[in-house]
């Protein structure tokens, strides 16, 4: 059940990650200017080579949205210094991630693809069937996003965002974006065993018990929620850390 329930998540993710990739491709092809001259061209590329910041000082650097659609409002650019998180920040950061446009498009897709695999008989099939599914999906991201992301660092005082590592060979900054999921830093700045994602999570697992049919409770299969949704953020860390990267290789961005 629990490889189960991950794959499904995970066929989501590359669902939404192509719609994405497709969407931005689109809007970058169709927002490209063309030259008016050929000195245009030239002058373009002589300021450039003489004002363009390094490719090193670009390293590691965020942003906002991945791919222009998916969040990632808690990506912190590498060598970057911030304030601690304030209460209200983490609960932004929480609605955010829950109510984004993007959120309600992959619970979408998650709802549709576990219809399709009729993961949980009792909710049928057809219009209503998929409302089921998907009313029970909105509430398992929401119901995490804000244990992980709110509740549980208020009360531990861990900061939720994540700080790019940005240097270093590919199983370093890999071991690095995987222990996040189990290390994260307080709001003093310090680093400490990271509550917030694996009580947080946890927490949700539990509370699931109360809207899914008796078939899908009990400690097994909240077991497998609690591991699917700490193993699904240890993914989202790496895919984060290597973001900057796939950015600039791909997309060529400065």
């Known amino acids: 059940m629990g490889t189960c329930r991950m794959n499904v998540k995970l066929s989501a993710l590359l669902c939404c990650f192509a719609f994405s990739l497709h969407a931005n491709a689109q809007s970058s092809s169709s927002t490209i200017p063309l030259p008016e001259s050929p000195g245009t061209i030239t002058q373009s590329g002589s300021s450039s080579s003489t004002g363009s910041p390094s490719s090193d000082s670009q390293a590691g650097q965020q942003t906002k949205r991945i791919l222009g659609i998916i969040p990632n409002f808690r990506a912190v650019s590498a060598d970057t210094q911030l304030p601690p998180q304030s209460v209200k920040d983490k609960f932004v950061t929480a609605s955010e991630d829950s109510f984004d446009y993007s959120a309600i498009i992959f619970v979408g897709i998650l709802a549709g693809v576990q219809m399709g695999l009729n993961q949980t008989p009792e909710f049928h099939q057809g219009a209503a069937g998929y409302g089921r599914y998907y009313w029970h999906s909105f509430a398992d991201q929401t119901v995490e996003n804000y244990a992980v992301e709110f509740i549980v660092p208020t009360i531990t005082r861990q900061d939720t965002r994540y700080y790019t590592l940005g240097r270093g060979g ?62 699904i953020d240890a993914g989202t860390f790496f895919f984060k850390e290597f973001w900057p990267d796939i950015n600039r290789a791909v997309f060529h961005a400065k």
Do not use: H
Request: no cysteine; glycine share 14%.
């Open 170 to 231: 590919f199983w370093k900054r890999t071991g690095y974006s995987l222990s996040r999921a189990v290390v994260t830093r307080t709001d003093s700045g310090g680093e400490t065993f990271n509550s917030s994602e694996v009580v947080g999570a946890g927490i949700a697992a539990g509370i699931s018990n109360l809207y899914y049919p008796r078939s899908q409770r009990g400690f097994n299969n909240t077991a497998s929620r609690w591991g699917t949704n700490v193993g």
